[in-house]
């Protein structure tokens, strides 16, 4: 689809590779302060990196060079080097009492984790592992009762109701093969997230929030994954909102008049797709913007050019 | 501590001391807040309180205040935490929806107190950062809860404040729709505020044309009035005409005062013609969307290339219309 172009570097392949391999052990070191403060997501962390290193080699290289599957060191003299796998870190950070996953060990069990353990599983071909199989009725008890009256969910027991949280269950029990059959109210859930449509054809976290691109994503998607894209009052107008994102730089912003962002290229261009309208932008522009995101000396891609990765 | 579940004030304490290192940390809050409600409990055993749901939860009025300066301070450095902004809604919860209910009784004035005080402190976020996505979705949350008349009409006010600060900012455009269909009890614009809103987004765009947010305002108001003619309390064909009609003629006699002034070509800004369009659309007449096909076919080629294929299928759905 786009072809190389002289406005903008080339793709830093292996340097990117080297980078998400990197993060990994740089933020499990003791001292690392990113580590710390990204803790609680450490769940969502792992699986945007193994996503991004699977587009980049393959599986076997991500399993081997992430230890996704199979712990680092068998060799018993070297302590410092053993670590669990990364299915295995999974599964310790599943919480019995809520039946979720949490972000982290010892974390309560929250919707948001529990999508991307289901997911880092379905990378990892691991959907049939027996611990997962044996708690499985759990989870998915886990993500039942987070339906509310209205069709909404919310994100834990207590916790807040947001669309970003429809999309992850939605997500999860279709992954886990459980949409169908009556465990959660797919229409009810569905007429939810209709009900968040704004007057500029786009969706935000409660019904009447700003239309804004990343919440835009989780309820296209989630309405795509219930099958009922028929509820979108003004499809058209939706991705016109879409296309409208597109900034001269090529980027692309998450809302009128805010900066383009690297991260909105996925938000955007996922919703695009599924409506059939991703040649609504220049596609060919966007990955230019990409580019010249990326650093050049250590991999990794900035949210714009010349900030960090 | 945490594993003997022991709620207490040094439990507390404990927690505050962990958010300060990491206050993302959603459990950390959680585990905040069952102390905060085994403390607000009237039995003097905080240890065997136990919370069910949010719902029954009734947090002392003097700790939610504590806790909301607590959540205050730290997020002051971090206004996008989700969880912070969360903490705030849910020791709030209860109180508020208590004084929806208009029964004046002390709980009524110690809430109505907190509401004043929680839209102010939400306004000071705004004025650091006047886009904050959960400021903006916490403040409708607190309108909508109280639901009082005098609430909403102020909030038209503090829309308008925000605009004339920035008329860029989209969030505020987007409250102002919210606030005038007070939350999503109104489903339509009456006429008389249709006209005057679409007055006001012209007043705007006129400002600054190159500015999304008023013309999506204005076009998606005419829009919504098309559901209303000829409904039973509706509008007529001809007040609609007159409205469409009006927001058409005046969008090309503000873009005529920007050009003169300016010496720039009005159509550079690809959302005039976008909205010329849509309205000509509307109007569905022959002559109307050969026109909206000579503005969609200026667009591709040399006002909006970056767009170009959009523009061309709306071009070819005007001539499907023009054919039937």
């Known amino acids: 689809m786009t072809t190389p172009n002289a406005n903008a570097p080339p793709f830093y392949h292996n340097l990117h590779v080297h980078y998400i391999e990197n993060l990994a052990s740089k933020i499990d070191a003791p001292s690392s302060y990113e580590g710390a403060v990204t803790e609680h997501l450490r769940m969502s962390g792992i699986y945007w990196s193994l996503t991004a290193l699977s587009l980049l080699v393959s599986p076997q290289q991500v399993d081997e060079r992430m230890h996704l599957t199979k712990q680092q060191d068998h060799n018993p003299e070297n302590v410092l080097k053993q670590r669990p796998s990364i299915v295995d870190f999974v599964f310790s950070c599943y919480d019995e009492k809520s039946g979720g996953f949490g972000g982290n060990q010892n974390q309560d069990g929250h919707i948001l984790y529990t999508l991307s353990a289901i997911q880092i599983f379905a990378l990892a071909d691991a959907l049939q592992d027996p611990r997962l199989t044996s708690i499985q009725k759990k989870i998915v008890s886990f993500i039942q009762k987070l339906q509310q009256a ?11 109701v947001d669309t970003r949280f429809s999309y992850c269950a939605l997500s999860a029990l279709s992954l886990l093969n459980h949409l169908d059959g009556d465990i959660i109210e797919v229409d009810m859930a569905a007429e939810y997230i209709a009900s968040c449509q704004n007057f500029d054809g786009g969706f935000g976290c409660h019904p009447g929030a700003e239309s804004h691109a990343g919440q835009i994503f989780c309820c296209v998607g989630a309405l795509s994954i219930a099958r009922r894209l028929d509820l979108l009052r003004d499809p058209e107008l939706l991705c016109w909102w879409l296309a409208e994102r597109q900034c001269d730089s090529g980027g692309l912003n998450g809302r009128p008049e805010k900066q383009a962002d690297v991260c909105y290229s996925w938000w955007i261009l996922s919703s695009l797709c599924i409506l059939g309208r991703v040649d609504w932008i220049r596609g060919d522009k966007l990955a230019e913007f990409i580019l010249k995101c990326q650093d050049e000396d250590d991999g990794g891609i900035a949210d714009r050019p010349a900030d960090m990765p | 501590i945490f594993k003997k579940e022991e709620k207490s004030e040094r439990a507390l304490e404990l927690t505050a001391t962990c958010l300060r290192y990491n206050p993302a940390n959603y459990t950390t809050w959680w585990f905040r807040r069952q102390c905060l409600a085994a403390l607000s409990s009237p039995s003097s055993d905080s240890a065997s309180a136990t919370s069910t749901k949010s719902e029954l939860i009734f947090f002392n009025p003097d700790l939610i205040e504590k806790d909301l300066r607590l959540a205050g301070a730290m997020g002051g450095s971090n206004p996008k935490n989700y969880q912070i902004w969360y903490h705030r ?14 029964k004046s009784d002390a709980n ?4 109505m107190r907190l509401v004043h005080d929680e839209l102010d402190y939400i306004a000071e976020v705004l004025e650091n950062d006047a886009k904050n996505y959960h400021a903006w979705s916490h403040r409708q949350w607190v309108i909508k809860t109280i639901n009082q008349e005098i609430l909403w009409t102020n909030e038209q006010n503090f829309t308008n404040d925000l605009i004339v600060e920035d008329i860029r900012n989209n969030s505020a455009w987007n409250h102002r729709w919210f606030v005038f269909h007070r939350g999503r009890k109104l489903s339509h614009f009456c006429i008389n505020s249709a006209t005057s809103e679409a007055n006001y987004a012209l007043e705007k765009i006129a400002l600054d ?16 009035q098309i559901r209303w003619v000829d409904a039973n309390d509706g509008i007529s064909k001809e007040v609609f005409l007159t409205l469409l009609n009006t927001c058409h003629d005046m969008s090309i006699e503000v873009m005529k005062g920007f050009e003169e002034s300016t010496k720039k070509d009005g159509k550079e800004c690809f959302h005039y013609l976008s909205t ?7 109007k569905a007449d022959a002559d109307s969307c050969k026109q909206a096909i000579g503005y969609a076919e200026e667009l591709e080629t040399r006002y909006d290339p970056i767009r170009k294929k959009y523009w061309r299928m709306r071009a070819d759905q005007l001539r499907d219309k023009i054919q039937e």
């Open chain 1, 150 to 160: 209205d069709g909404s969910f919310a994100g834990d027991e207590w916790g807040e």
């Open chain 2, 89 to 102: 809604r849910n020791l709030l919860e209860n109180l508020f929806t208590e004084c929806s209910s208009k």
């Open chain 2, 108 to 111: 009524h004035t110690d809430g």
């Open chain 2, 209 to 224: 044309p190159y500015n999304e947010s008023p013309w999506n305002y204005m076009i998606a108001l005419v829009k919504e």
């Open chain 2, 276 to 282: 010329l369009i849509d309205m000509l659309e509307i």
